[in-house]
């Protein structure tokens, strides 16, 4: 057999036996390896876009991280993003397309390149607030906001 045929025969039964497994087809082609999430921060009009320790999110479980902050409610919308230190492009989060807003207990799933767009959130009430990320699907975080009770 050529050894192009057989590159081709490899590669067709990589895709062929992907479709069984849990990983898909363009991981196996891809190579991407798994983003390390570790030093995210929640970065929004509340701290000026800064990334500081108080605004970092901490590990709860090997796939979620969350940080809890007050908001106001106010009517008005606070946009944010999920981002490392340096606005890295493959860790700057937020949604594909224009702003759009979040709202509370619904998880949205997210965008890490530098085209992201700005998240929204408007708070009914004055309170804190968790902002769950999840990063079970590697490549697809989803971010959820939720409300804590005091």
């Known amino acids: 057999m050529h050894k192009m045929t057989k590159l081709t025969v490899v590669a067709f039964s990589l895709v062929a036996l992907s479709a069984c497994s849990t990983r898909s087809a363009r991981d196996l082609i891809s190579f991407e390896p798994d983003k390390n999430y570790q030093d995210m921060y929640l970065r929004g009009v509340f701290n000026w876009w800064e990334a500081t320790e108080q605004f970092k999110f901490r590990r709860v479980t090997p ?11 106010d009517g008005q919308p606070y946009d944010f993003k999920v981002a490392d230190a340096t606005w890295t492009s493959e860790f700057n989060c937020g949604f594909e397309y224009s702003p759009r807003r979040v709202e509370l207990y619904d998880p949205v799933e997210l965008i890490c390149e530098q085209t992201s767009q700005n998240m929204q959130f408007v708070p009914s009430d004055t309170g804190l607030f968790s902002f769950e990320f999840d990063i079970s699907k590697n490549s697809q975080p989803e971010l959820t906001i939720t409300r804590v009770d005091n």
Do not use: M, N, R
Request: no cysteine.
């Open 63 to 73: 796939d979620l991280y969350t940080i809890t902050i007050e908001l106001i409610a």
